[in-house]
């Protein structure tokens, strides 16, 4: 986590978790889900995957799941899964776990076979759903080109508030005097968002898509402890705006204790969210595997085809790709330009992959590596040593005088000994290349590259060089 707002939610969330939540979705007979659940583990939770993996079915399935308070507005299941003249819907239920003060109930709405069932045994929430509609143009949606004619003026105007105001000028990085949802005398119930800026009005007929898609979603009403579900939350959004969106719904799910959950495709919205909120939904063999706790990296490599390595190596983060990278390069640097190796984030990301691979269920040659300090389990291996990279390589160093390091990043050796024993009490060691890096000034990278290049050379064992490397050969087919 990167963000301020994001770290303060955190802590808000850990200290004293909202008493309304929805805690998890389970969807069976529908759109390929076969009873696989979604949990929600954090305020804001992004789903990510390729097109078709059922990223908007969850959010779809989760406005289904409450019932709109009284002269509010709701959703049901058959406004999402309809009968049509190609589909018949049927044999479908969706569960949740809902979070009511102390106590956790499971509710369900289900068909079994012409009609949807449990709709009035709803709890109530107030749920606000944004599809990729709000991305059309104005002029395209259904009623409003009658409206961009010189003829007809503004009836009323709904405007956003200071704070609002404010909100919608650091998001898009513009100063906006004036912002709102205006009416016509020609139709009192089709909204034009208008903006002021420069001194000029623009309507939504003349605005950036980015732009109308902000402008409405300040406008929602948002009471406390509402649900807000956002179809592809990136969509016509820079990734600074991206960036700055996720900061402002992190602000407002603290201080309205929202519950909010968008799909996306995009790294910076994923970035922005610590590993818990994080959900990817992978299709392996036709069968659909939700991983919660990917790392950016592996969610963009999971939907991304420009590297076309022979076998895909997974491990938990950037120090242990570094490591095995400087293993590789030691023993068989040609093995480097055959295999890709990706940052999946926390363990039990490792060990999901892990399953997937006992089952047989990735496209291509797959291999899985957890930290040392990991239980070894079905279809994963272990890096060398029996702790986080950090804990093998730094005392190991240490006991051999740090050879060659200080020479490779261009510093002296006693300024590298010194940093590095002061990194060493920091009771994280997560941040102890940082602290290094901080204090040498080189980057971190950098640093912990050279590091490894100096444990692989000097300190580990050519024996366990050798089991990495074997491994890696064994998932090419090349024993």
């Known amino acids: 986590m990167s963000s301020r707002e994001m770290r303060r939610l955190a802590n808000r969330w850990e200290q004293n978790p909202w008493p309304q939540h929805l805690e998890w979705i389970e969807i069976d007979g529908l759109r390929g889900w076969s009873g696989q659940r979604v949990d929600f583990l954090f305020p804001i939770v992004a789903i990510v995957g390729e097109n078709g993996a059922g990223k908007s079915t969850i959010i779809q399935a989760a406005a289904s799941a409450y019932k709109p ?52 045994q709803r709890k109530e929430r107030h749920v606000e759903y944004m599809d990729l509609r709000r991305t059309q143009p104005i002029y395209a949606r259904t ?51 208008v903006i002021s800026a420069g001194g000029h009005d623009f309507s939504g007929f003349h605005q950036g898509a980015g732009e109308n898609t902000v402008v409405d979603l300040l406008s929602l009403p948002l009471p406390n402890y509402g649900l807000i579900l956002i179809d592809e939350i990136e969509t016509s959004l820079h990734p600074r705006a991206q960036r700055r969106l996720m900061r402002d719904l992190a602000e407002r799910a603290r201080l309205d204790h929202l519950q909010i959950i968008v799909t996306t495709h995009s790294p910076y919205v994923l970035e922005e969210l610590p590993p818990s909120a994080r959900v990817q939904i992978v299709q392996s063999a036709g069968v659909k595997e939700v991983v919660r706790g990917v790392s950016p990296e592996f969610a963009m490599t999971k939907m991304d085809e420009d590297v076309h390595p022979e076998a895909d190596i997974y491990v938990e983060d950037t120090e242990a790709q570094i490591l095995l990278q400087e293993v590789l390069a030691d023993v068989q640097r040609d093995l480097l330009t055959r295999i890709s190796v990706t940052p999946y984030g926390a363990a039990s990301v490792g060990q999901a992959l892990g399953q997937m691979v006992e089952g047989d269920r990735f496209s291509r040659p797959t291999a899985v590596f957890l930290d040392g300090d990991q239980d070894p389990v079905p279809g994963c291996h ?89 491994v890696v050969l064994d998932v090419l087919g090349n024993p």
């Open 382 to 470: 272990l890096l060398c040593g029996d702790d986080a990279p950090e804990h093998v390589i730094f005392p190991a160093l240490e006991e051999a005088s740090w050879p060659g390091v200080a020479g490779r990043l261009n510093r002296s050796h006693a300024d590298l000994v010194d940093a590095s024993q002061h990194a060493m009490t920091l009771p994280n060691h997560h941040d102890w290349i940082r602290s290094v890096a901080d204090n040498l000034v080189v980057g971190g990278s950098y640093l912990w590259r050279a590091l490894c290049m100096s444990y692989v050379a000097n300190c580990l064992d050519q024996l366990e060089k050798e089991r990495l490397r074997n």
């Open 143 to 193: 009623g409003y080109s009658r409206l961009a004619k010189n003829t007809i003026a503004e009836h009323a105007a709904e405007d956003l508030d200071a704070h609002q105001l404010r909100r919608l000028s650091t998001i898009l990085g513009k100063d906006f005097s004036r912002a709102r949802q205006s009416l016509t005398d020609a139709d009192p119930n089709r909204r034009v968002p």
């Open 69 to 120: 308070p009284e002269a509010s507005k709701g959703y049901f299941a058959s406004d999402f899964f309809p009968d049509t003249p190609w589909e018949q819907v049927t044999g479908v239920t969706i569960r949740a776990s809902i979070r009511q003060g102390d106590h956790s109930i499971t509710t369900s709405v289900r068909k079994p076979s012409s009609r949807w069932r449990g709709n009035p």
